[in-house]
């Protein structure tokens, strides 16, 4: 395991994360195979076991930067696909992603959102996470409440037959959720790809072919 310089002046918890970065080999393949960060590998493996990211696809990223879920969306939709990306921080252009620096909470998100795809979107991808407070509890409820505005935000835009993906966290307060999406999605399922680290709480939410209504 590689040492961390000036390790003893860092907090336990930064000298933990620290650690994890510079000895996971997802952070050391992201940096040789220049994606973003290692979470673009998380989407990748679960596109290859479930087929979201088919040529021509049209894609939708919530709070997208640094990017990495958009280079790969980009890459496997192809030039004939459209990838847009969303976030209310600004994001380094990536080629084949189009950018709106816009909050996805905003009630004009959704409308501008299918102005700049042309259409309804067949995907639309969420791996935003709240800032955490340190307070797991606390933590989760503001993960989940990302992910039902996502889901709410993905009803809005999605075509007939569409996909959503989006992180949640292990826990009990996931059952509103889940009962909604499987009202409105043929099929819903937790996934949890190799590249989500194993010590995680995170998994991802998988719903596919949407019941427009």
Same mark, same amino acid.
């Given at each position: 395991?590689e040492?961390?310089?000036?390790? /003893?002046r860092? *907090?336990?918890?930064?000298?933990?994360w620290l650690?994890?970065? %510079?000895n996971?080999?997802?952070?050391?393949?992201? /940096?040789?195979?220049?994606?973003?960060?290692?979470?673009?590998?998380k989407?990748?493996?679960?596109?290859?076991k479930?087929?979201?990211?088919?040529? @021509?696809?049209?894609?939708?990223?919530l709070?997208?930067?640094?990017?990495?879920?958009?280079? %790969?969306?980009?890459?496997?939709v192809?030039?004939?696909?459209?990838?847009?990306?969303?976030?209310?921080?600004?994001?380094?252009?990536?080629?084949?992603?189009?950018?709106?620096?816009?909050?996805?909470? !905003?009630?004009?998100?959704?409308?501008?959102?299918?102005?700049?795809?042309?259409?309804?979107?067949?995907?639309?991808?969420?791996?935003?996470?709240?800032?955490?407070?340190?307070?797991?509890?606390?933590?989760?409820?503001?993960?989940?409440?990302?992910?039902e505005?996502?889901?709410?935000?993905?009803?809005?835009? #999605?075509?007939?037959?569409?996909?959503? #993906?989006?992180?949640?966290?292990?826990g @009990? *307060?996931?059952?509103? #959720?889940?009962?909604?999406? /499987?009202? !409105?999605?043929?099929?819903?399922?937790?996934v949890?790809?190799?590249?989500?680290?194993?010590?995680?709480?995170?998994?991802?939410? #998988?719903? /596919?072919?949407?019941r427009?209504?």
């Open positions: 395991m040492r961390l310089k000036g390790d /003893k860092r *907090t336990p918890s930064s000298r933990a650690a994890r970065q %510079i996971d080999p997802y952070v050391a393949r992201a /940096k040789r195979e220049g994606f973003r960060s290692r979470a673009a590998y989407l990748g493996e679960i596109d290859d479930f087929h979201l990211l088919k040529p @021509g696809a049209r894609v939708v990223d709070g997208a930067a640094p990017g990495g879920w958009s280079e %790969i969306a980009a890459r496997r192809g030039p004939g696909g459209r990838v847009v990306a969303l976030d209310i921080l600004e994001m380094k252009p990536i080629a084949g992603v189009d950018f709106l620096q816009l909050d996805f909470l !905003d009630a004009a998100a959704p409308e501008r959102l299918k102005e700049k795809l042309g259409s309804r979107a067949d995907v639309v991808l969420s791996d935003m996470a709240a800032n955490a407070t340190g307070h797991r509890q606390t933590d989760h409820l503001r993960i989940m409440a990302l992910a505005a996502a889901a709410l935000f993905a009803r809005e835009v #999605l075509a007939p037959g569409g996909s959503f #993906l989006c992180k949640v966290l292990q @009990g *307060t996931e059952a509103k #959720l889940l009962a909604e999406l /499987k009202r !409105d999605f043929a099929t819903v399922k937790h949890k790809p190799p590249a989500s680290r194993a010590d995680s709480a995170e998994l991802y939410l #998988l719903a /596919k072919g949407f427009a209504g």
